[in-house]
């Protein structure tokens, strides 16, 4: 995965006591407590536990999510990945916990023994647990069965990774019925087979890549210079800028097989680059293929992220995705689009049977063949109506109204456990003061009204104050007060200016209006969409265990990714 923007490469000083910072580091590590003598792994240890010790207290009582992924490096080991997620003064706090090497292979008790591990390592209480996220493999989605099942946690549940399934669903548009287990074999046809031919051809030999390259500077002298990308079949998104670029270049492409024509050493015999030639036709489905690419891409790029709030964005991305296959099916000419038609319907069948043929709310996990989970998971709708954003678009997604009544009441029975731990104060003194208010409004209403004309009905605003005083200050009756009021607060805004607004800068400003909704929203909106966060961490482990470094030890390999993915901790002074 890339690094998200604003993220700062790791780098760590190879020879931190050197020249004029001599002095200053030696001192540093007298007051961390790091004897003179002691070896740079050991001293990076200290660092490490100097940090565990910050985020331990960072976390400490707080409700928190976990992603995990496996990975192998090339040394062919097995590692496991798990990084921890949580909201701490309105900020969504993302870390890595470790990249433990698995002996006995990727299976679900290895995952669970370093999660157990991970856990008791960093006193993370099953009670505050609220999910795990990972992909649809079989090994993960029996650890999230076990979790479920067996660990008698009181919130944590299983979610499946948002980008992995569209992915799953993206495949189709490239790859026909190709197997997802078994990414070694290309079984990529028509004009995308041909496209990647070229593209890999092209990439592989410098010739070639300086023939496309005087080919754009022939067409535009004053232009950039493009290369071709090569797809990774594993990697998100990748599929989709390869066939990008190829039709960004279509008519560069096309004239550096004009001038390779022209060229020929013999008329009749093709050179080895007009192998590779694609046709209009070929271009033509590219074109198709990109279009239908394209809403899955963004879908992706949307919710990969772990710096801001994304499992709130879920529901409502699957009910536009939805909408743009089915208009794309819509939009394809029978008479001459017959094999767009026929990818746009196995695609459609294919969605439909992950996320489910219409949107259902349930807080049961529901499974089809094999156990997979099927529809969208109860924690995202809980984040979508949580999610100042996207609550107001609940209703478009959950057309069935008895789903969203009882979404709502599995949202208030949250709410009214946290009011009942909290122990509300005592309502005699929550009415003193509230009746007090009402009155003091109702003041300010008659000295308005006393000196000028009202244009509006005068019972208008003090009826929906009246009607709002609740004789019954139960917590059942303030807990209901407070879901109805939030229900029509206006909210905010889904994005401005192209950017999603932040909804913890909402609840920043608005957290004491709804303070037992918040104590819910601060549990559910940390749960990432994707397990985009872990396969990260194989992103740094990938630049540390690369060609020469093969044979470092797994331990080193764990304490280098967590001081990596911790930095914001690390006090390397």
């Not at 006995?104 to 960093?122: F, I, P, T």
């Not at 079984?187 to 023939?211: P, W, Y």
């Amino acid at each position: 995965m890339k690094k998200e923007e604003g993220e700062q490469e790791f780098q760590y000083n190879s020879c931190p006591l050197r020249g004029h910072q001599k002095a200053t580091s030696t001192s540093s590590r007298i007051l961390a407590g790091v004897p003179l003598n002691t070896p740079r792994r050991d001293m990076l240890t200290v660092k490490k536990l100097q940090a565990m010790a910050k985020l331990k207290a960072a976390v400490k009582d707080k409700y928190f999510s976990l992603t995990a992924d496996h990975w192998t490096s090339l040394a062919k080991e097995n590692f496991g990945a798990i990084t921890l997620h949580f909201i701490a003064n309105f900020e969504l706090k993302t870390h890595v916990l470790s990249c433990t090497k698995h002996e006995n292979g990727a299976s679900a008790k290895e995952m669970e023994h370093q999660l157990v591990s991970d856990m008791r390592n960093w006193e993370l209480e099953r009670d505050f647990f609220i999910g795990i996220v990972t992909d649809t493999a079989a090994n993960m989605n029996s650890l999230g069965r076990e979790i479920e099942e067996q660990w008698n946690t009181k919130y944590a549940r299983h979610v499946y990774c948002a980008d992995h399934i569209l992915q799953l669903t993206a495949v189709l548009a490239f790859s026909g019925n190709v197997s997802v287990e078994n990414y070694a074999e290309d079984t990529s046809v028509g004009c995308l087979k041909k496209a990647r031919d070229l593209v890999s051809h092209i990439n592989s030999s410098t010739a070639a890549n300086e023939k496309l390259a005087k080919a754009q500077r022939m067409m535009n002298p004053e232009g950039c210079v493009y290369k071709l990308l090569q797809d990774v079949i594993t990697r998100w998104g990748s599929t989709f800028k390869l066939v990008e670029r190829v039709v960004k270049l279509e008519e560069p492409i096309k004239e550096m097989f004009r001038q390779e024509f022209r060229n020929r050493t013999s008329v009749n015999q093709p050179t080895l680059l007009e192998k590779y030639s694609l046709s209009d036709e070929d271009f033509d489905g590219l074109r198709n293929m990109l279009h239908i690419l394209k809403p899955l891409q963004s879908a992706q790029r949307a919710l990969e992220g772990d710096k801001y709030v994304t499992i709130s964005l879920v529901p409502y991305i699957i009910h536009q995705l939805r909408i743009e296959l089915e208009g794309c099916l819509g939009a394809a000419n029978p008479d001459t689009q017959n094999d767009l038609i026929s990818l746009l319907d196995k695609m459609i069948d294919d969605f439909n049977s992950r996320w489910g043929e219409q949107p259902s709310y349930s807080h049961e996990t529901r499974r089809g063949d094999r156990n997979r989970q099927i529809g969208i998971h109860a924690y995202s709708y809980w984040a979508m109506a949580l999610d100042p954003r996207t609550k107001k678009y609940l209703p478009k997604v959950l057309t069935n109204h008895r789903e969203t009544w009882r979404l709502w009441d599995d949202i208030k029975e949250s709410c009214l456990e946290v009011a009942r731990a909290a122990r509300i104060p005592a309502r005699e003194e929550n009415a003193d003061m509230e009746v007090g208010r009402r009155a003091e409004n109702r003041m300010v209403r008659q000295r308005n009204r006393s000196g000028a004309a009202s244009f509006f009905p005068e019972s208008s605003d003090e009826e929906m104050d009246d009607a709002g005083v609740d004789g019954d200050l139960s917590v059942e009756g303030i807990v209901a007060n407070e879901i109805r009021k939030y229900q029509s607060d206006r909210g905010l805004r889904l994005q401005t200016d192209g950017c999603y607004n932040c909804p913890l800068e909402w609840w920043r400003l608005h957290h004491t209006d709804y303070p037992h909704i918040w104590k819910v929203a601060e549990r559910i909106l940390a749960i990432p969409a994707t397990s985009a966060p872990s396969e990260r961490v194989f992103s740094s482990a990938a630049n540390i265990v690369d060609k020469k470094r093969v044979r470092l030890k797994p331990e080193n390999v764990d304490l280098l990714v967590f001081l990596r993915g911790n930095k914001d901790f690390v006090d390397w002074d």
